[in-house]
């Protein structure tokens, strides 16, 4: 499981270097493939071990061609995914759409989410945080069903 936040200096080329506590976990069916593609809700990217991405793609082939909205999902999901290698200095290349999408500079935020990492730029990772602290803090936070029994 992802948890936790780590900046990362993205090279010229667009390469990330995964951080050593996260290389294992992320090969853990002894391949080296990952699988990146968009949020549809946030400036960001999705990155994903093969075996979780697997499963993403077993949920997306139930959805129907025949419906635009679900269509239009899976396009948009599987139209950006992309296939990368993390090399055996622990680096993977974001293409260049995807790192346009972000609006990824130099500095990036790698971000756990249990079963997967975001992909932030760094100043916008900070917005959001601003962002999200002002909602939780504020009287238009929806506190959800699962949101009241969860507890710390």
Known sequence: MFRGSSSISMDVKGRISV??????PLSEDGSSEVVCTIDLQNPCLLLYPMSEWES????????????PSEKMFK?????????CEIDKNGRFLIPSHL??????????????????????DQNA????????????ESQTFEVTERLQDFSL
């Open 19 to 24: 951080p050593t506590r996260y290389r294992a």
């Open 56 to 67: 993403v793609e077993k949920s997306l082939k139930r959805l129907s061609d025949m419906i």
């Open 75 to 83: 396009r948009r999901i599987l139209g950006n995914a992309a296939d």
């Open 99 to 120: 790192r346009e999408h972000a609006g990824l500079n130099k500095q990036v935020m790698l971000v756990g989410q249990l079963n997967k990492f975001e992909i932030w």
């Open 125 to 136: 990772w900070h917005e959001q945080m601003q962002r999200d602290a002002e909602i939780i």
